[in-house]
């Protein structure tokens, strides 16, 4: 079964800085998908950003972007010109390719909880 | 832009009693998730739901749980008798399915079990 660890239980970043969130996972498929999900105080679960593990080609979305390192089973988001909306939960998830046969759930981490000082 | 809605966003009932969650899913949507988040722990799989009957389900939905889409527009997940560990927030979620299908999450139901 795959799995989905977050390291990191807390993480906190100034106003305008950068910060990186980590994410491993174990998987034996060679086809999946990643995902980053934001929960904010109000616990409504948002779409950040995904990545196709058959593209080498990192994904970016605006001040969103994620380190993926498909060898090391590593998948890290990076938050650049940290905003006050930013501060949540980050969950990063894993879903099988659904062409292999694979499960169709999202697998989720524990989280990473996010504080962003002025 | 389309979402998911959720109602109700917060459910108090008693122990042993039924409750009824429901959702929307954002309608060209074809498949449709519940998943599970007790307060300070991971989201959770429960079940997943594809041309009217369960495509999936986790060892979490038992017996008690029960899922329905009643007509072309709502999403439902029954829990039929409510235990006290069934607090809980729900997500309801849906995709368009195929192989790059991303899941879009609904607010949430906060399910307060006395």
């Known amino acids: 079964a795959q799995t989905v660890t977050q390291s990191q239980p807390e993480m906190s970043v100034q106003e305008a800085e950068t910060v990186t969130l980590s994410c491993t996972y174990d998987t034996s498929e060679s086809d999946y998908y990643l995902f980053w999900y934001k929960q904010p105080p109000s616990r409504q679960m948002i779409l950040v950003i995904r990545?196709?593990?058959?593209?080498?080609q990192n994904a970016t979305e605006n001040r969103f972007s994620v380190n993926f390192q498909k060898a090391a089973k590593s998948f890290s988001l990076k938050i650049s010109d940290s905003q006050l909306g930013d501060a949540a939960m980050y969950f990063c998830?894993?879903?099988?390719?659904?062409?292999?046969?694979?499960?169709?759930?999202?697998?989720f981490g524990k989280g990473t909880k996010l504080t962003v000082n002025p | 832009e389309p979402e998911v809605t959720q109602t109700p966003s917060h459910q108090v009932t008693q122990m042993g009693q039924e409750v009824i969650l429901r959702c929307v899913p954002i309608s060209n949507h074809l498949y449709f998730y519940w998943y599970r988040q007790i307060l300070g722990q991971k989201v959770e799989f429960l079940v997943s739901f594809y041309n009217n009957e369960i495509s999936e389900k986790s060892e979490i939905f038992d017996d008690q749980f029960s899922v329905e889409r009643p007509d072309g527009s709502n999403f439902t997940l029954k829990i039929r008798s409510t235990k006290l560990e069934d607090s809980a927030m729900y997500f309801c979620a849906s995709g368009q399915g195929g192989s790059t299908d991303t899941q879009y999450f609904g607010p949430g139901t906060r399910l307060t079990v006395l």
């Open positions: 990545q196709e593990a058959y593209k080498q």
């Open positions: 998830a894993y879903r099988s390719s659904l062409t292999q046969g694979g499960s169709e759930k999202l697998v």
